[in-house]
Protein backbone atom coordinates (compact mmCIF):
# COMPACT_ATOMS: atom_id res chain seq x y z
CA UNK A 1 0.00 0.00 0.00
CA UNK A 2 1.49 3.13 -1.09
CA UNK A 3 2.63 5.50 2.26
CA UNK A 4 0.00 8.28 2.46
CA UNK A 5 1.70 11.87 2.42
CA UNK A 6 1.69 13.31 5.84
CA UNK A 7 -0.30 16.84 5.79
CA UNK A 8 -0.36 19.49 8.04
CA UNK A 9 -3.57 21.77 8.17
CA UNK A 10 -4.50 25.01 10.24
CA UNK A 11 -7.99 26.18 9.99
CA UNK A 12 -9.48 29.20 11.25
CA UNK A 13 -13.51 29.41 11.15
CA UNK A 14 -14.97 32.91 12.19
CA UNK A 15 -17.09 31.33 14.31
CA UNK A 16 -17.86 27.82 16.64
CA UNK A 17 -20.67 26.82 14.86
CA UNK A 18 -18.55 27.29 11.46
CA UNK A 19 -16.10 25.44 13.43
CA UNK A 20 -18.36 22.52 14.00
CA UNK A 21 -19.31 22.32 10.44
CA UNK A 22 -16.22 22.10 8.79
CA UNK A 23 -15.48 19.16 11.61
CA UNK A 24 -18.64 17.63 10.94
CA UNK A 25 -18.23 17.98 7.26
CA UNK A 26 -14.36 16.69 7.49
CA UNK A 27 -15.68 13.79 9.58
CA UNK A 28 -18.32 12.93 7.15
CA UNK A 29 -16.35 12.85 4.39
CA UNK A 30 -13.60 10.52 5.93
CA UNK A 31 -16.68 8.54 6.97
CA UNK A 32 -17.89 7.79 3.18
CA UNK A 33 -14.21 6.87 2.15
CA UNK A 34 -13.25 4.57 4.86
CA UNK A 35 -16.68 3.09 4.04
CA UNK A 36 -16.25 3.29 0.76
CA UNK A 37 -12.37 2.19 0.79
CA UNK A 38 -12.43 -1.11 3.39
CA UNK A 39 -16.16 -1.82 3.90
CA UNK A 40 -15.49 0.19 7.90
CA UNK A 41 -14.43 3.35 9.23
CA UNK A 42 -13.34 3.70 12.98
CA UNK A 43 -13.63 7.04 14.71
CA UNK A 44 -12.13 7.82 18.11
CA UNK A 45 -14.53 10.84 19.72
CA UNK A 46 -13.42 13.27 22.19
CA UNK A 47 -14.84 14.12 25.98
CA UNK A 48 -14.82 17.50 27.43
CA UNK A 49 -17.40 20.11 26.47
CA UNK A 50 -16.13 21.75 23.12
CA UNK A 51 -17.64 19.35 20.76
CA UNK A 52 -21.40 19.36 22.33
CA UNK A 53 -22.11 21.70 18.97
CA UNK A 54 -20.87 19.44 16.43
CA UNK A 55 -22.26 16.10 18.16
CA UNK A 56 -25.38 17.53 18.36
CA UNK A 57 -24.70 18.92 14.48
CA UNK A 58 -23.92 15.23 13.64
CA UNK A 59 -26.69 13.78 15.46
CA UNK A 60 -29.27 15.83 13.28
CA UNK A 61 -27.61 15.08 10.22
CA UNK A 62 -28.15 10.95 11.08
CA UNK A 63 -31.65 11.63 11.76
CA UNK A 64 -31.56 12.65 7.88
CA UNK A 65 -29.52 9.87 7.06
CA UNK A 66 -26.59 12.35 5.38
CA UNK A 67 -24.30 9.08 5.93
CA UNK A 68 -24.87 5.47 6.48
CA UNK A 69 -23.28 5.25 10.06
CA UNK A 70 -24.02 1.13 10.11
CA UNK A 71 -20.16 0.24 9.15
CA UNK A 72 -18.46 2.76 11.58
CA UNK A 73 -16.95 1.57 14.36
CA UNK A 74 -17.08 4.58 17.33
CA UNK A 75 -14.21 4.84 20.32
CA UNK A 76 -13.82 7.44 22.80
CA UNK A 77 -10.38 9.23 23.50
CA UNK A 78 -10.54 9.16 27.11
CA UNK A 79 -12.76 8.62 30.34
CA UNK A 80 -13.22 10.16 33.87
CA UNK A 81 -12.47 7.67 36.91
CA UNK A 82 -16.79 7.96 37.09
CA UNK A 83 -19.55 5.70 35.85
CA UNK A 84 -21.53 6.40 32.62
CA UNK A 85 -24.22 7.85 34.18
CA UNK A 86 -22.50 10.57 36.04
CA UNK A 87 -22.40 14.05 34.68
CA UNK A 88 -18.84 13.76 34.27
CA UNK A 89 -18.27 10.64 32.33
CA UNK A 90 -17.45 11.53 28.38
CA UNK A 91 -19.19 8.41 27.29
CA UNK A 92 -22.61 9.51 28.81
CA UNK A 93 -22.40 12.72 27.27
CA UNK A 94 -21.34 11.89 23.91
CA UNK A 95 -24.19 9.08 24.05
CA UNK A 96 -26.94 11.76 25.25
CA UNK A 97 -25.73 14.22 22.30
CA UNK A 98 -24.73 12.13 19.32
CA UNK A 99 -25.09 8.06 19.92
CA UNK A 100 -28.47 7.74 20.96
CA UNK A 101 -29.68 9.46 17.28
CA UNK A 102 -27.21 7.14 15.28
CA UNK A 103 -28.22 4.34 13.58
CA UNK A 104 -25.12 1.96 14.70
CA UNK A 105 -25.42 -1.19 16.25
CA UNK A 106 -24.48 -1.18 20.13
CA UNK A 107 -21.68 -3.52 19.60
CA UNK A 108 -19.74 -0.96 17.31
CA UNK A 109 -19.96 1.58 20.30
CA UNK A 110 -16.79 0.81 23.02
CA UNK A 111 -17.11 3.00 25.93
CA UNK A 112 -14.23 2.43 27.72
CA UNK A 113 -14.77 1.74 31.79
CA UNK A 114 -13.03 4.62 33.76
CA UNK A 115 -14.85 3.62 37.15
CA UNK A 116 -13.11 -0.04 36.99
CA UNK A 117 -11.88 -1.47 39.92
CA UNK A 118 -8.62 -2.12 37.82
CA UNK A 119 -8.17 0.72 35.59
CA UNK A 120 -4.50 -1.14 33.95
CA UNK A 121 -6.28 -4.01 33.22
CA UNK A 122 -9.55 -1.93 31.51
CA UNK A 123 -6.75 0.15 29.50
CA UNK A 124 -5.73 -2.90 28.41
CA UNK A 125 -8.83 -4.37 27.71
CA UNK A 126 -9.81 -1.47 25.77
CA UNK A 127 -6.41 -1.44 23.94
CA UNK A 128 -7.57 -5.12 22.35
CA UNK A 129 -10.74 -4.22 21.81
CA UNK A 130 -9.09 -1.65 19.67
CA UNK A 131 -6.63 -3.82 18.15
CA UNK A 132 -9.70 -6.21 17.50
CA UNK A 133 -11.68 -3.77 15.50
CA UNK A 134 -9.16 -1.77 13.59
CA UNK A 135 -7.11 -2.74 10.88
CA UNK A 136 -3.19 -2.28 11.71
CA UNK A 137 -0.44 -0.53 9.91
CA UNK A 138 2.83 -2.45 8.58
CA UNK A 139 4.22 -1.52 12.23
CA UNK A 140 1.57 -3.17 13.92
CA UNK A 141 0.00 -0.14 15.24
CA UNK A 142 -3.84 0.02 14.49
CA UNK A 143 -4.92 2.57 12.39
CA UNK A 144 -7.69 4.80 13.28
CA UNK A 145 -9.59 6.38 10.33
CA UNK A 146 -10.00 9.83 12.63
CA UNK A 147 -9.23 10.16 15.65
CA UNK A 148 -11.30 13.91 17.24
CA UNK A 149 -9.08 16.11 19.90
CA UNK A 150 -9.89 18.72 22.08
CA UNK A 151 -7.78 20.53 23.69
CA UNK A 152 -7.53 21.67 27.69
CA UNK A 153 -6.14 25.90 28.34
CA UNK A 154 -2.76 23.76 29.53
CA UNK A 155 -2.30 21.96 26.44
CA UNK A 156 -3.60 18.59 27.53
CA UNK A 157 -5.36 16.02 24.65
CA UNK A 158 -7.55 13.52 25.74
CA UNK A 159 -6.14 12.82 29.25
CA UNK A 160 -2.60 13.14 28.39
CA UNK A 161 -1.77 16.13 30.77
CA UNK A 162 1.57 18.04 31.06
CA UNK A 163 4.06 16.63 33.28
CA UNK A 164 2.47 12.95 33.48
CA UNK A 165 4.20 9.76 33.01
CA UNK A 166 1.28 8.81 30.03
CA UNK A 167 3.27 11.45 27.80
CA UNK A 168 6.17 9.09 27.52
CA UNK A 169 4.29 5.81 26.89
CA UNK A 170 5.61 4.37 23.93
CA UNK A 171 3.99 0.79 23.65
CA UNK A 172 0.47 0.99 25.31
CA UNK A 173 -2.28 2.20 23.49
CA UNK A 174 -4.70 3.09 25.97
CA UNK A 175 -3.21 3.66 29.75
CA UNK A 176 -4.57 3.72 33.00
CA UNK A 177 -3.27 7.31 34.25
CA UNK A 178 -3.46 9.45 37.96
CA UNK A 179 -3.52 13.08 37.28
CA UNK A 180 -2.20 15.12 40.15
CA UNK A 181 -3.12 18.22 39.25
CA UNK A 182 -6.83 16.67 39.37
CA UNK A 183 -5.92 14.58 42.06
CA UNK A 184 -8.46 11.97 40.02
CA UNK A 185 -7.57 8.88 37.90
CA UNK A 186 -8.30 8.75 34.12
CA UNK A 187 -8.25 6.60 31.50
CA UNK A 188 -6.73 7.88 27.76
CA UNK A 189 -5.42 6.81 24.35
CA UNK A 190 -1.82 7.37 23.89
CA UNK A 191 0.50 9.09 21.29
CA UNK A 192 1.06 5.84 19.72
CA UNK A 193 -2.32 5.42 18.84
CA UNK A 194 -3.14 8.81 18.19
CA UNK A 195 -0.21 9.36 15.65
CA UNK A 196 -0.84 6.03 13.99
CA UNK A 197 -4.03 7.66 12.80
CA UNK A 198 -5.20 8.33 9.16
CA UNK A 199 -7.00 11.54 10.23
CA UNK A 200 -6.37 13.61 13.46
CA UNK A 201 -8.52 16.39 13.95
CA UNK A 202 -7.91 19.04 16.92
CA UNK A 203 -11.20 21.04 17.36
CA UNK A 204 -10.41 24.16 19.45
CA UNK A 205 -12.98 26.63 20.11
CA UNK A 206 -12.84 29.75 22.77
CA UNK A 207 -10.98 32.73 24.19
CA UNK A 208 -9.84 31.44 26.89
CA UNK A 209 -7.77 28.61 25.14
CA UNK A 210 -6.43 31.60 22.98
CA UNK A 211 -3.30 31.83 25.01
CA UNK A 212 -2.54 28.06 24.41
CA UNK A 213 -3.40 28.16 20.75
CA UNK A 214 -0.75 30.82 20.18
CA UNK A 215 1.54 28.83 22.18
CA UNK A 216 1.00 25.67 19.76
CA UNK A 217 1.20 27.07 16.83
CA UNK A 218 4.03 29.47 17.51
CA UNK A 219 7.34 26.60 16.40
CA UNK A 220 9.49 29.27 17.97
CA UNK A 221 7.56 29.15 21.37
CA UNK A 222 10.06 27.86 24.00
CA UNK A 223 7.25 26.91 26.24
CA UNK A 224 5.61 24.89 22.96
CA UNK A 225 7.39 21.27 23.60
CA UNK A 226 5.74 21.62 27.15
CA UNK A 227 2.39 21.52 25.30
CA UNK A 228 0.87 17.95 25.25
CA UNK A 229 -0.90 19.19 21.83
CA UNK A 230 2.45 20.05 20.83
CA UNK A 231 3.22 15.94 20.26
CA UNK A 232 0.18 15.01 17.89
CA UNK A 233 2.55 14.18 14.71
CA UNK A 234 0.75 11.67 12.77
CA UNK A 235 3.34 9.41 11.31
CA UNK A 236 1.54 9.19 7.78
CA UNK A 237 -1.94 10.98 8.26
CA UNK A 238 -3.11 14.08 8.33
CA UNK A 239 -3.46 16.52 10.85
CA UNK A 240 -6.36 19.08 10.66
CA UNK A 241 -6.36 21.63 13.55
CA UNK A 242 -9.56 23.76 13.34
CA UNK A 243 -10.14 26.59 15.45
CA UNK A 244 -12.82 29.47 15.66
CA UNK A 245 -11.29 33.43 15.46
CA UNK A 246 -11.54 33.63 19.31
CA UNK A 247 -9.12 30.69 20.19
CA UNK A 248 -7.05 31.69 16.82
CA UNK A 249 -6.97 35.68 17.79
CA UNK A 250 -3.50 35.70 19.07
CA UNK A 251 -2.19 33.64 16.54
CA UNK A 252 0.42 35.37 13.99
CA UNK A 253 -1.43 35.10 10.42
CA UNK A 254 1.17 33.67 9.04
CA UNK A 255 0.81 30.65 11.30
CA UNK A 256 -2.40 30.07 9.40
CA UNK A 257 -0.94 27.69 6.74
CA UNK A 258 -1.53 24.11 5.09
CA UNK A 259 1.51 21.89 3.69
C1 LIG B 1 -11.74 15.38 28.84
C2 LIG B 1 -11.47 15.50 27.38
C3 LIG B 1 -10.33 16.45 27.24
C4 LIG B 1 -10.91 17.67 26.59
C5 LIG B 1 -10.17 18.88 27.03
C6 LIG B 1 -10.88 20.15 26.59
O1 LIG B 1 -12.01 14.28 29.32
O2 LIG B 1 -11.77 16.46 29.47
O3 LIG B 1 -11.36 14.41 26.65
O4 LIG B 1 -9.22 16.03 26.57
O5 LIG B 1 -10.87 17.54 25.19
O6 LIG B 1 -10.11 18.83 28.46
O7 LIG B 1 -12.05 20.19 27.36
P1 LIG B 1 -13.19 21.24 26.97
O8 LIG B 1 -13.61 20.90 25.59
O9 LIG B 1 -14.27 20.99 28.00
O10 LIG B 1 -12.56 22.61 27.08
Known amino acids: MARERSSRQRVVERTEEAANGYVADLLLSVVCEAVARHGRC ?102 MDLILLGMGADGHVASLFPDTEALDEHERLVTACYVPRLGRNRLSVTFPLINAAHNVVLLVTGEDKSPTVATLLDENSKHREGLPAARVNPTEGRLIMVFDAAAARLVNPQAISTD
Do not use: C, K
Not at 48 to 58: A, K, N, S, V
Not at 102 to 120: E, K, N, Q, Y
Open 42 to 143: SITLAGGTTPHGLYQRLAYGATSGEVDWSNAEIFFSDERDVSHDHPESNYGNVQRTLIDYLPIAPGRVHPMRGDATDLSAAAAEYEQTIRNSVPAGEDGVPR
